[in-house]
């Protein structure tokens, strides 16, 4: 992925071994680069190319002349974005989803990661399994699932609740974004425990003999040897969620069926995901492609912003 | 930080938006495309896609359409079932016309029928369909045409009528009610004890509410080549009115039509009448399935609720379009025909039929769950009774806002009056979005 990082001597002519080895080490790219090209660079070309047009009727009148034509609107796409209220509430929304999310799930993450790492635990691979369980299970899935425990009529949970005297509602307006970051963080929390857990295996054992012989006690290992040891897989973790949680879309998606109060325009995703589908004017693939592209602008800032203050926090 | 670690951050962060790029990019691929129509030596092939149900006990299209085969060497069909709701079907459509392969015949429905033209994936065959006019009722027949040219053959109709549990209304000492002043006090005399007579669908507003305001006159007028928007009528106000007044007084269920708690609401003997249309009655069935209620429901004509008469207004059916790039439009019409018209087998699909040609049995499992009584022929009293009632192109943007703003009125944030309001301003921004003419 890196470019050359070969800092071999300025030849004119290259040997033959040297340029056969490079064919046959393009040869081995080739499968990769073309399905990144196929499924990664043209999508991504096209979606681009496309938020520069509307699809409108020809001729006017009240049904159009029996077809839609891409026309050129510049930017118009984007001005409708950005100028969207619809746009920025759900860009608003996934934000305090973020904020609440993942900060929730990497701290279980790292909890449990530790905890299983440590001493105390015996039989390490149950547990692990265990709390990786979740992750296997497909997202839509896992959302169809918590519908119905969250559905009042049916749920066991909210009917254990009401008998204790506690009447939820998970899908009041002001609790639905709570029921939502309840699904993501049961189903992904596993998978950024197996991040921490293989990067806390990968710190040499050494250190904790020299940290034990220094007369530090286990709580002392865990916060000054291992927490700064996984730095960097908490790093990963992070920024993959933050993108993972603006592309919120399963959960809302899947939950509109039992709340119709989840507008299609609830989160980014959705809103371009129902422009595309016609469900919202302006509607098509221009319009779908410049919230798709507005949406991983922001997503990509919001990344780069982290990892910024990241290392100037580390640096300092 | 080390390099390493900037370097995995710059990874993590380059592939991470390429994926949100990647995400939502292209339309929807074609994967199970219909090969598009081929002659070879006087044979036709035709490629129909459908999204009728085919579940096991009804005679499949798959069946229906071999009968055809058998008989017709010359004009042979592959019937290609979409799994995938009506939208994602259009979508489908779209991309396949434009890559060239689209089938001969799709599935469209009527309210979708103005959208598909003007995106222009249909194909005109107001020739070759017109020798097949009587065959069908002339309401759907209509609704498969705009503005004079004809695009396809009607296959089923959705008539709103009430279900209701006879049961049920006996034990309370009430009627269908007659007025719209008998149907709130009925709904409150249910409602003491805990029951619920209508249902106010926040997830189905879009296509229910339009349908019951439409018994009473049509949102959506054509005069001199532009569009004359009013989803303001005095039908639908007095819909608002209606479900306001049951709204306020906790006399209506407020559960989602496909949220599993509707369907707990059936069962627990809750909800004992809604408003439905005619193909939700086997929905109904399985909805309840053996766990009470069968032979207790009945099926009855709306009342006069909304000012509306005697009439009724439509919510759903579709018919069978010609889709742009069909080559074999006279065999297509042929085929199409004789297939709208296999009464007796699309009844079992669960579909009230458009066809005029004969008059359909109640199936017998509908019988015994509606207490014997003759299902069909209320559906086509029902059909006789259906006011005028046609969409705009892009109907389902508005749909949208209609269930977002009903979901407000159901939690009792907005009004039902502002259900319609909403209608109104997207109307009118969906026609504009694509460039349509809209007198104001």
Redesign the interface.
Known sequence: ??AHTTTAPARRRRSPAARREERTGWLFMLPFVLLFLL??IV??G??IY?SFF????TG?????G???VN?FVGLENFRYVVTSGEFWAGMGRVLLYTVIQVPLMIVAALVLAMLIDSFVVKHVSGFRLGYFLPYAIPGVIASIIW??LY????SPIVKGLAALGVNVDFFA?NVVLGSMVNITTWTFTGYNMLIFLSALQAIPHELYEAARIDGANGWQVAMKVKLPNV??AA??AM??SI??T??LFNEPQVMQ?????I??SYTP?MM???T????????G?GP??A???V???I??LL??AY?FV??KV??S | ?NW??????T???VS????????????ASSSTGGAASASSGGKVELTYIHRLPDKPGMTSVEDIVQRWNDANPDIQVKAVHFNGNA??L??KLETDVKAGNAPDLAQVGYAEL??V????I?EDVTAEAEQYKGDFAAGPYELMG??GKTYGLPQDTGPLVYFYNKAEFDKLGIEVPGTQDELVASAKKAAEQGKYIMSFQ??E?GNMLSGLAGASGPWYT?EG???KVDTETVGSQAVAKVFQDLLDAKAVAT??R????FD??LQ?GRLIGTVGAAWEAPLLMDSMADKGGKGDWRVAQIGDWFGNGSKTGPDGGSGVAAIKGCEHKAEAMKFLDWFNTQIEDLTSQGLVVAASTGTPSTPESWSEFYGGQDVMKEFFDANANMGDFSYI??F??V??AM??Q???A??G?ATVESVFSTAQT?SI??LK?????VSE
């Open positions: 992925m890196t499924v990664f999508p991504i096209y979606a496309s509307q699809q409108v009727a006017g009148g009240a049904y159009g029996g077809e839609l026309r519908v119905y559905n009042g009529q049916i307006s730095r960097g790093l990963l920024l993959l993108v993972g603006i592309q069926t039992a709340d119709p109060g507008s299609y995703m371009a995901f129902n595309s589908r016609g469900f919202l004017t302006p509607k693939d779908a492609s919230i798709a592209i949406m991983a602008v997503a990509g990344a780069m990892a990241e290392r580390s640096e | 930080m390493k670690q900037r370097c995995m951050a990874v993590a962060m991470a938006v390429g994926m949100a790029l990647a995400g939502c990019g292209s339309g939208s994602d259009i979508k103005p959208e033209f003007t995106k222009g249909l705009i503005g926040a997830d507003a054509v080549d532009a569009w559960d989602p496909w949220d599993p708690s707990a609401a627990q192109p892009g389902s943007s749909g949208t269930k977002e009903a979901a407000k159901a939690a944030t997207s921004d969906t979005d694509y460039g349509l003419a």
